[in-house]
């Protein structure tokens, strides 16, 4: 029960009072003709059409396709982010061998390696893989070699004083003490997989959420479009506020940092 009574007080009524006013204003709007959009439905349509498809099971299977490739895609770029993003943050020498091609990469839009991956993986999820990878891994990596590099000099003289080797140093002091660092950038990175694991559907993958907008927009069921926009909002929501649940379980001093990131 307490339990309940803490979630029920984290969630912002009020916000989703003005969502539900919005939504009776479209609908009245469009209802008495004061709004005249020919390719706008009602919300009572796009609800409807959510209902279609959450009934015949497509949803659930174009929601478990981007998920996957969400999920598989944002693990590769924390994994490879925090191991980069410690190293160099531990060593001025890589940092000053290395800092240049991050900066020569990190600008380039994720979507841009589409026709490669298209190339090289065909139409599969190795393809979006690609895709998502190399830009969320940005945010995690900067976040992390950020954080490793403002830990303070008391943390490194501990180290010293134990005699701890350099990956006995990283693992011990330096990741514990980075941590809010590295958890704001996998935060980040993963509202990041999602948006491009739906972009690369739309482009490039006939497969997933994004490829079911396409689809629906070329049938001119405009209220399914409308209906699997809302579906991959709902979809980054939970994403996020159960990443946000895990942290502030597993790791409580640092989810203040996690909320102010978002």
């Known amino acids: 029960m307490r339990e309940l009574e803490r979630i029920l007080a984290r969630i912002n009524w009020l916000g989703l009072g003005t969502i539900a006013v919005g939504f009776a204003l479209w609908e009245i709007s ?32 174009d929601t478990l396709h981007t998920l996957t490739s969400v999920l598989v895609g944002w693990l590769a770029a924390v994994i490879i ?18 800092l240049a091609s991050v900066e020569v990469l990190r600008p380039m839009p994720g979507i841009a390696f589409a026709p490669v991956a298209l190339l090289l993986f065909g139409f599969s999820l190795q393809m979006e893989l690609m895709v998502i990878i190399l830009p969320a891994l940005w945010p995690v990596l900067i976040g992390t070699m950020g954080a490793v590099m403002g830990v303070h000099a008391r943390l490194r003289e501990v180290a010293r004083t ?17 941590l809010p660092g590295v958890l704001v950038g996998a935060r980040l990175s993963m509202t990041l997989a999602l948006v491009l694991a739906v ?9 997933g959420l994004g490829y079911a907008v396409v689809r629906e927009q070329q049938a001119m069921r405009l209220e ?35 909320r102010e990131a978002g």
């Open 30 to 61: 469009l209802r008495a003709g004061l709004a005249q959009y020919q390719n706008l439905p009602a919300p009572s349509a796009i609800a409807g059409g959510l209902a279609e498809i959450a009934g015949n099971g497509q949803l659930l299977a």
């Open 81 to 98: 982010g925090v191991t980069l993003g410690l190293l160099l943050g531990a060593s001025a020498t890589l940092r000053r061998y290395s």
């Open 224 to 258: 399914l479009v409308f209906a699997y926009v809302v579906a991959i909002g709902a979809l980054g929501m939970l994403l996020n506020a159960i990443l946000t649940g895990a942290v502030n379980r597993l790791f409580p001093t640092a989810s203040g940092r996690l």
């Open 162 to 178: 134990f005699r701890l080797s350099r990956g006995e140093s990283l693992r011990k002091i330096m990741l514990p003490a980075a």
């Open 199 to 207: 972009v690369v559907e739309m482009v490039g993958n006939p497969a």
